[in-house]
Every structure is written in C-alpha cells, then in structure tokens.
C-alpha cells in the first residue's frame, strides 16, 4: 500500500470520527434544548427532529460515510474577519462588541435560512 493509500485511508477514518463526534453532540444538544441547538447547530426544526430521532445504528451508518456532513454555517468575510479578530484580542477594547456583532450576523443568517 503506498503512502498516498495510507494518508487517503487515514483521513477517511478521521471524517468517519468526526462526523459520529458531530452527530452525537448534535442529539444530545437537541435533546437537552431543542430550539438553542437548532440556532446553534442552523439547521431547521424539521432536521432536528430527525436528528433526534436517530438510532445509534443510524448513528453509525450516517457517520461511515466518506463525506463530511457538517459544514461551515457562513461564508461571509464579515463573520470571519469579526470572529478571527475576536479570538485574537480578547482583552482589547472593543473585542466584545465584535464577538456580540458575530453572534448578531450569524443569527440574522440563521433566522433567514428558516
């Protein structure tokens, strides 16, 4: 087997470990409080409902799969540069503000895709 193959197996097996990671926290969170881990995860209420659903068994074979099934919620420059500018300089004034207008964009963001 050549490295390629190894490296190639290797990431499969971590999409396969992130995506059971992602499901389970994902249920246990719509569990627990169905509309926050709506916001929070930006799926709909019929998604969630789905997700809570979910067979460990089903857990399972969704998670196998060799595609990612999470994905990044925005693709705006604005939320990025707030939120990287944020992590960046959390003592620094304004820091706050920046983290609170992330929250605001990525729920106006979430609020129009429901």
Known sequence: ???AS???EQLLQEVREV????LVLAQHMIRADKSQARYRLGVSDEVASIVEQLTPAQLMKIAGSNQLILRFRFD????WNLLTSHSRAKLAPGAAVAGLHA??????????AN
């Open 1 to 3: 087997m050549s490295n």
């Open 6 to 8: 190894v490296v190639n």
């Open 19 to 22: 995506n059971l990671a992602y």
């Open 76 to 79: 705006d420059d604005v939320v």
């Open 103 to 112: 929250n605001i964009v990525m729920a106006g963001q979430f609020a129009e």
